[in-house]
Nanobody, 114 residues
Framework: VQLVESGGGLVQTGGSLRLSCAAS????????MGWFRQPPGKQRELVAT???????DYASSVKGRFTISRDNAKNTVYLQMSSLKPEDTAVYYC?????????WGQGTQVTVSS
């Protein structure tokens, strides 16, 4: 499945952004949709995942500030980010895991200014 992220940009500390990940086909049966991020000079890390049944998990660094959701009717996954911090600056990637497959989007840049 092809994934296209959008919604990134420049925001001040304490601000909010909502990222969207549009899939090229139905996500109804995709086991797990997720968001990862890669800060400058660092490795890619997990941000949040949401399973087909709707259960969500978060990295400890974003718990309470970020919310992941999925709209199966729109084939879209969202990441609502609030209380943003400079350390949230990264390229954010959407991820889909189903069966033996793992697909990635091209990423969207999020920059949080101090």
């Amino acid at each position: 499945v092809q994934l296209v992220e959008s919604g990134g940009g420049l925001v001040q500390t304490g601000g909010s952004l909502r990222l969207s990940c549009a899939a090229s086909e139905s996500i109804f049966s995709i086991d797990v949709m997720g968001w990862f991020r890669q800060p400058p000079g660092k490795q890619r890390e997990l941000v949040a995942t949401i399973a087909v049944g709707g259960s969500a998990d978060y990295a400890s660094s974003v718990k309470g500030r970020f919310t992941i959701s999925r709209d199966n009717a729109k084939n879209t996954v969202y990441l609502q980010m609030s209380s943003l911090k400079p350390e949230d600056t990264a390229v954010y990637y959407c991820n889909a895991r189903y069966g033996w497959n793992t697909d990635w989007g091209q990423g969207t840049q999020v920059t949080v200014s101090s």
